[in-house]
């Protein structure tokens, strides 16, 4: 009887298992204003979603669609003056 086995030593890619370099941690950093903002108008959205939005719900809901697009405009001011300092400024 012939067993069948993998040719490769490691069959499972070894990347997956280590933690996040100093880099990808100050990326998620950089981008955690945005994941918060995005956040809150996810919960916002959700919370009307089986009723009619009262008022507050439309003023909470406008609120955080401007925490998004504030938080989006400093990450791409960030990327745009990381990729070229000086300039605009």
Known sequence: MR???PVQAVVTAADFDREPT???LDAIDAEM????????LLVAQIMVLDRRPSELDARRIRRARRKVLAARRELANLSATAIAPGVGA
């Not at 204003?33 to 809150?40: G, N, R």
């Open 3 to 5: 067993y069948i086995v």
């Open 22 to 24: 100093t880099a990808e």
């Open 33 to 40: 204003p945005l994941i918060t903002a995005q956040d809150e």
